[in-house]
């Protein structure tokens, strides 16, 4: 289970093994913060319990750095 990335881009196969993520321009972007972070981690988690590769936006669950810091984001 993956859902859509914040900012969707595309993936591009290159000569080889090689591929590169090309993300489109866009003058406005919404960063993420610490809140959103808990809340995909949170959600990943509840997902992981269903299917072992699954990931929020990228986010697989809290580590451990998410509660050293307190603003991991920044």
Do not use: C, W
């Not at 959600?43 to 669950?61: H, I, P």
Request: aromatic share 12%; proline share 7%.
């Amino acid at each position: 289970m993956r859902l859509m990335s914040l900012i969707p881009g595309e993936r591009y196969d290159l000569s080889g093994n090689a591929r590169v993520h090309v993300y489109p321009y866009s003058p406005v972007i919404n960063l993420r913060n610490n809140a959103d972070d808990l809340r995909f981690a949170m959600l990943a988690t509840e997902a992981r319990r269903r299917y072992a590769q699954a990931d929020v936006f990228g986010v697989k669950r809290p580590t451990f750095l998410f509660y050293m810091l307190p603003n991991l984001i920044k």
